[in-house]
């Protein structure tokens, strides 16, 4: 079975462009979420789906990022325009339905590294 | 909000050796989790261990919720687990649903 997968896997791009990153999460599951990650930090939530509706994004800076899951799969997650903060690492992650038995949690991608120069 | 603090911040072993990675955190939590970001970056799920105690190979965990602490147990390191050590605890209400990591462990193994 295939993991999460995110693309592209490195991005650079001059500061006041836009970005998006992409996310194919674990067939049927249900909850996709991104989260950013700092360097030397862990990742923080940005914003979380369960199937195509966006049930939390308190955490999205909305006045630049943007996010949409159509048709409750594949994931799009944008910046416009990019500032130099933003250089990040940007991870999707999965979990099963709710309500079925979490045995192994949270699967994240390999990430999105993010340089804004 | 919830605090998750991990010991030690680094920590370096020549390869054959055991280690113990410990995870506090400061309210009660649904489940916990451990990861391995290796050097590319990947987040490697080590186990969800909400409470007692799970072995796969080499690595061992053990969570005691009720006195809000993790620890990861790496016995015969090698080089291949060099990387940072996250714990992240899985907050989850009607409304919430979110990992929350902790400061990390970086673990450099030497040959």
């Known amino acids: 079975e295939a993991g999460v997968v995110q693309s592209p896997r490195y991005k650079i791009i001059e500061k006041k462009q836009p970005v998006a990153f992409w996310c194919n999460p674990i067939?049927?599951?249900?909850?996709l979420y991104w989260y950013l990650q700092n360097l030397g930090q862990g990742p923080e939530l940005l914003i979380r789906?369960?199937?195509?509706?966006?049930?939390?994004d308190s955490q999205l800076p909305k006045d630049r990022f943007s996010a949409e899951r159509l048709k409750g799969v594949d994931s799009t997650l944008k910046i416009q325009p990019a500032e130099l903060g933003d250089s990040a690492v940007y991870l999707c992650?999965?979990?099963?339905?709710?309500?079925?038995?979490?045995?192994?949690?949270?699967?994240f991608g390999s990430g999105t590294r993010l340089t804004v120069v | 909000g919830i605090q998750v603090e991990q010991s030690p911040p680094d920590l370096i072993l020549q390869e054959g050796a055991n280690s113990t990675l410990r995870c506090n955190f400061s309210?009660?939590?649904?489940?916990l989790q451990w990861f391995h970001q290796n050097p590319w970056g990947q987040l490697i799920n080590l186990f969800y261990?909400?409470?007692g105690t799970k072995q796969n190979g080499r690595l061992s965990a053990t969570t005691v919720a009720t006195e809000r602490y993790s620890l990861l147990y790496i016995s015969s390191s090698q080089t291949t687990d060099s990387g940072v050590y996250f714990c992240?605890?899985?907050?989850?209400?009607?409304?919430?649903?979110?990992?929350?990591f902790g400061t990390g462990t970086r673990l450099q193994v030497f040959p």
């Open positions: 992650a999965s979990t099963i339905p709710i309500g079925t038995e979490l045995d192994y949690g949270y699967t």
């Open positions: 067939s049927g599951h249900n909850t």
């Open positions: 992240a605890v899985e907050l989850k209400s009607y409304n919430t649903d979110k990992l929350i």
């Open positions: 261990i909400p409470s």
């Open positions: 309210d009660s939590v649904n489940n």
């Open positions: 789906y369960e199937n195509e509706e966006a049930v939390d």
